[in-house]
């Protein structure tokens, strides 16, 4: 088998390959949108019409906004999540500068620590904490509680992006008059525009659909989109139709907001990944 034949072989094994991870990746969000326009029957008794062969309707997301007022709880999670992300990055950012230029190697540990310790192993304080001084059922409890998950994330994602801007572009800044702060402001950040967009939105995603702070700490003013859901599941029905309605008015934010920065996100991943 000559070169040419085997270059074909893999490139066909390799699109064979590629189809096969997104047919997995997506047929679970093509079954979630098409079951959102289903009704709860036809979704019950799916296997004997097939996935494809029903009458749609629109009362799903109309009982989602109209009787369960999700409207309120978007906003909710709107608030949390962007409060949080930018508080985060506001801590965040200096401290991953400062990690990267000082070389403080056992600080970055100990942030990737607290990033691998699982969330529900600080539940117990934050609940403690929070009762105590009468913040729960309130945004701030919510923010800083998500903002344990946001933080670490950030300056992890950061600390190669600072490490990969030269040092000898700041020394240039200072010599021209700008302090270490402005040299910071004007230079790295500028320069790490793509690394704080890709860790602001993931960190974003993660406080979108944050469910364990959320459902402990939130109350009947404050609950977010993936405590909400909750609503179409009791003891003994679930209303799938409503419950795929309310998962597509969860997610389809976080695809368009992913798709609109994907050129950001992909240049933020690989920032820092190559020296030299």
């Not at 072989?9 to 990746?25: D, G, P």
């Not at 609503?231 to 029905?237: D, E, G, L, T």
């Amino acid at each position: 088998m000559n070169r040419k034949a085997k270059s074909v072989i893999a490139s066909i094994f390799k699109h064979i390959l590629i189809y096969a991870v997104l047919l997995i990746t997506l047929f679970p969000l093509l079954w979630m949108l098409l079951a959102s326009f289903e009704p709860h029957q036809s979704i019950i008794n799916q296997a004997a019409h097939g996935l494809f062969e029903f009458e749609p309707t629109l009362q799903n997301f109309v009982r989602v906004f109209a009787q369960y007022d999700f409207a309120e709880y978007t906003l909710n999670s709107f608030i949390v999540a962007a409060v949080a992300t930018l508080l985060s990055l506001v801590i965040g950012l200096p401290c991953a500068y400062a990690i990267a230029r000082f070389k403080m190697r056992k600080s970055s540990v100990v942030v990737l620590l607290v990033r691998m310790i699982p969330g529900i192993s600080f539940l117990l304080p934050w609940f403690t904490i929070f009762s105590k001084l009468g913040l729960r059922n309130t945004y701030a409890a919510l923010i800083l509680s998500h903002m344990l998950i946001a933080l670490p994330f950030i300056v992890w994602i950061m600390i190669p992006n600072f490490e990969a801007i030269p040092r000898e572009l700041e020394e240039a800044a200072w010599i021209d008059g700008c302090t270490q702060h402005g040299a910071f402001v004007r230079v790295s950040l500028r320069l790490s525009t793509p690394g704080i967009i890709t860790a602001s939105l993931l960190a974003f995603i993660f406080s979108w659909n944050n469910f364990m702070f959320s459902f402990a700490l939130a109350g009947r003013d404050t609950i977010t989109l993936p405590v909400a859901v909750f609503n179409f599941v009791s003891y003994a029905y679930i209303d799938w139709g409503g419950l795929m309605a309310a998962s597509v008015a969860i997610t389809l934010p976080i695809i368009i907001l992913s798709l609109c920065l994907q050129r950001y996100i992909i240049s933020g991943l690989t920032a820092g990944a190559v020296k030299g």
